[in-house]
């Protein structure tokens, strides 16, 4: 028998025991060991079966229990001083509280999925992660930062793998009211709601529900609700579940819904309204159009309004493949805003956004990440390598330009160090080191010896052996119902073998399997006499990928031989709490993506906080922070003739390194056991990269880099009436139709001799012809370097030129009544030897464009 529809019954707390209900309310519990402690300690099983979730923990046990705590004065006064701890940690002042000068009041911060605690599974990977991350060090640094999400329904999916090692998933609905969750209400007790208006006539209508993530607000959209009809109930269903106009659906209403709410929780709350919104990946690019839409509400035109939203919008991309952007049918897309979904808005002026109006791109398809580059005038990839990964693969958007000048800076991600950081681990550097976490602690230092260090790592690793072995348990029941788990299950994993972890989505570039590439060198490598290793496994395919479900099924079906199965395993339905184990008990973490398809991999981040070691393709964050002694670096066979030698050569350099390098030095013990020569590369690990790896970091960049900069050019172009705005909308389309008139007619040189030598000056003198424009709307530039064949430039530096003869600036360029060419001129010092190449190029100029390149207009010499 099933019920027909499941609710949450909230318990009764005693009136001593209220302080737990506010401490379950706020998911900082998710990163605050002494709460979640405190929590666990009402009954550990109940706290472990909950997936560590407060609020379903409440709900579940017995009410004896909690009268027995409520005579507890001791448990009552712990519980009344954590509750003061949280409140004193929302209102004191923190690190952004403390910075002088400009910064944005409030930063909107959206996010297709949010991964904060197991208990709220509304992620799916990497992605998710990263933005929970990001909230919780925004929380920690104190920024006015507020989320912005979909509620789904079904979150992901649940796997489960079927007896021949197929991936199963399974939908279970969440109840909000059994989660860490409110409704936005009006003060008079209403929901507040926002709606977007659909073709036919049709509305949706979405409530907003309310996470508090410690300082943070995260207000995440469902549309799950009476007003909508049965069909649109279903849009905040899944997580990245349907087709392409559901999909359409979930990200207007996460974009322009997302805005809407925003600014009605702003009113509600009292907090300014956001200056800067930061588009976390294309998914929620349409926010942009919501707020070129309420600018033309206020009086401007649609150029001008494009000018104020860009100037307060940061994206960040993540993917680094064309096949990961989210394209629609660019008839889909007119037929849904040929509506009164954004007053205001042309549906021609907002197609053109998302246009691959490029070499290479499609004339019918609607390209978010291009929508999202276009609203964006601050843009970022997530570590150094996708960065330059990412200049490559959009510089369509700025032809002319080499991908070094494509205005897409970098911002290496980083992980949630209280997140991630076993207790232990932590403990051990508050105890030995006086220090408050890990990042600073002086890990160098005699007062934790190698003892010591080496110990609590075997303590995690256990851990997670026990964990595993709970999951496989789990897992084999619920294939076999009533049955009794084999005994080998209870043997599966060694604590005291070196343990690899590989563990995230599973799409086929992160070659799940590389490391089956020859079973039996695998083999060989996990039944070694002298020193194996064993290996743990877990990730989940999207359901629609039947290639990935298939890596998955061909390593099941590898460690179901008798032989191996207790040296690899495939634990089922990865998730944040399974994580939390992981990747402290694992002591190498394994990373074998095809180059440069990996953005970033924040898995390795977090082995590394906790001491584990990386052994991983030189991709995503790896290249900034491998030295050599922090793990290992797998060779890249780049140039190898086909996809199948590339991963042989990359396979076998993997098979090698894991026998000859990474395990040997696992197994040299000292006298009392312990390996040196690891705990020393333990401590460095530690120390080197624990504050670079850390979302603290990574939050702060952000600030400095991009979202004071992103609310200074916002408030520039705002004040007055706008009035800058205005004015940059004109110069910009003044420039762009002069600009195909544009053009450096002739380039003289002088003041080398016939064989130059360093120390020599090259003088020059470019003409320009700018068709009306004046020179001070243009920057001339000489661009030189070391020549190449096929007269490519390297190692590029550029110089300015200085009009020559102008009187006046603002008078239209041209020395002649007819408006000649322009003279520029300048010298550049020759200052190093070899292969010598220049060009001289003009590019627009004005103080509110962040990059010479931004407009996408540049004229070269020929």
Not at 228 to 250: A, F
Not at 464 to 485: C, H, K, T, Y
Not at 835 to 841: E, I
């Amino acid at each position: 028998m099933k019920a027909i529809r499941k609710f949450t019954v909230r318990a009764v707390l005693p009136e001593p025991l209220a302080a737990l209900d506010e401490l379950a309310g706020n998911l900082r519990w998710s990163w605050h060991e002494p709460t979640r402690r405190l929590f666990e300690h009402i009954a550990p099983e109940l706290w472990r079966g909950s997936c560590n979730d407060p609020v379903a923990l409440l709900g579940a046990v017995d009410p004896a229990r909690l009268a027995a705590l409520a005579a507890d004065a001791g448990y009552v006064a712990r519980a009344d001083a954590l509750r003061d701890d949280l409140r004193q940690y929302l209102d004191r002042p923190r690190w952004y509280q403390g910075l002088t000068g400009d910064k944005p009041a409030a930063i909107a911060y959206f996010s297709p999925e949010f991964g904060i605690a197991a208990a709220l599974p509304q992620y799916s990977g990497g992605l998710g992660i990263l933005a929970g991350d990001h909230l919780k060090s925004a929380s920690d640094l104190g920024l006015p930062l507020v989320g912005v999400g979909l509620f789904y329904r079904a979150g992901y999916f649940s796997q489960s793998i079927s007896s021949d090692g197929w991936q199963m998933e399974q939908y279970p609905l969440l109840d909000p009211d059994g989660l860490p969750l409110s409704i936005l209400r009006r003060p008079d007790g209403s929901d507040v709601q926002v709606s977007l208006a659909l073709p036919d006539g049709r509305t949706l209508n979405a409530r907003i529900w309310q996470a508090r993530v410690g300082r943070i607000r995260l207000l995440m959209l469902d549309t799950d609700i009476p007003e909508n009809p049965d069909d649109l109930r279903l849009v905040t269903d899944r997580l990245y579940g349907g087709g392409g106009e559901h999909r359409l659906l979930q990200e207007l209403l996460l974009g322009i819904g997302g805005a809407r709410a925003v600014k009605l929780w702003s009113a509600l709350s009292g907090k300014p309204e956001p200056e800067v919104f930061h588009t976390n990946e294309g998914h929620a690019g349409f926010l942009g159009l919501e707020r070129i839409s309420s600018l033309i509400g206020e009086g401007l035109s649609f150029n001008e309004a494009l000018q104020v939203a860009r100037a307060g919008t940061v994206f960040t991309t993540h993917t680094p493949v064309a096949a990961g952007i989210d394209r629609f049918e660019r008839d889909l897309i007119r037929r849904y805003f040929e509506t009164d979904l954004l007053p205001g808005v042309a549906v021609d002026d907002l197609l053109a956004l998302g246009a691959e109006n490029y070499e290479g791109g499609s004339p019918d398809v609607f390209n978010m990440a291009i929508m999202g580059l276009r609203l964006g005038q601050h843009a970022n990839g997530v570590s150094k390598l996708h960065g330059e990964v990412s200049r490559r693969m959009f510089k369509g958007l700025w032809p002319g330009f080499d991908p070094a000048d494509v205005p897409i800076d970098s911002i290496t991600n980083g992980v949630h160090a209280p997140t991630w950081t076993d207790p232990e681990l932590l403990e051990l550097a508050q105890d030995r080191l006086g220090a408050s976490d890990t990042s600073t602690a002086d890990w160098a230092s005699a007062a934790v010896t190698d003892h010591d260090l080496w110990s609590v790592r075997g303590r995690m690793r256990l851990q997670f052996v026990e964990d595993a072995r709970r999951r496989l348990r789990s897992a084999w029941l619920e294939q076999n119902p009533g049955g009794i788990p084999p005994a080998w299950i209870d043997q599966v994993f060694d604590p005291n073998v070196l343990t690899i972890g590989f563990a995230r989505r599973v799409p086929t570039y992160k070659r799940l399997t590389l490391m089956l590439h020859d079973p039996e060198r695998l083999r060989a490598l996990l039944l070694h006499p002298e020193h194996p290793i064993q290996i743990v496994i877990a990730g989940k395919s999207h359901p629609a990928d039947d290639e990935g479900k298939r890596l998955i099924q061909q390593i099941v079906k590898f460690a179901a031989d008798p032989e191996l199965r207790t040296r690899i395993a495939f634990l089922p339905d990865y998730n944040i709490a399974m994580a939390q184990l992981m990747y402290p008990g694992t002591d190498v973490w394994l990373n074998n993506p095809l180059r440069p398809l990996e953005a970033c991999g924040t898995s390795g981040m977090k082995a590394a906080l906790n001491g584990g070691l990386n052994l991983s393709i030189l991709d995503g964050w790896w290249p900034e922070y491998f030295d050599g002694l922090n793990g290992w670096a797998i060779p890249s066979a780049d140039a190898a003739g086909d996809p199948a030698e590339r991963d042989r050569l990359e396979a076998n350099a993997l098979y090698d390194l894991i026998e000859h390098q990474v395990a040997p030095p696992f197994y040299e013990r000292n006298a009392d056991g312990v390996p040196e020569r690891w705990v020393r590369a333990i401590r460095h690990t530690l120390a080197t990269l624990s504050p670079e790896l850390s979302a603290d970091r990574m939050v702060r960049e952000y600030v400095e880099r991009l979202y004071r900069p992103a609310a200074r050019y916002e408030a520039l172009l705002s004040t007055n009436d706008y009035r800058a705005a205005r004015e940059l909308a004109a110069w910009k389309s003044r420039i762009s139709a002069a600009w195909p008139g544009v053009a450096v007619t002739h380039v003289e040189s002088g003041g080398v001799v016939s064989v130059p030598q360093v120390g020599d000056e090259l003088h020059l003198r470019a003409h320009v012809q700018l068709n009306g424009l004046s020179v001070r709307d243009v920057t001339v530039e000489v661009v030189y370097g070391k020549s190449l064949a096929g007269d490519d430039l390297s190692d590029v530096e550029v110089q300015a030129l200085e009009p020559d003869g102008t009187p006046d600036p603002d008078v239209a360029a041209g020395p002649s009544e007819g408006g000649g060419p322009t003279l520029f001129t300048g010298t550049v010092e020759l200052d190093r030897a070899g292969a010598f190449g220049y060009t001289v190029r003009v590019v627009p100029r004005n103080d509110l464009l962040i990059s010479s390149a931004e407009m996408g207009l540049v004229a070269v010499a020929s």
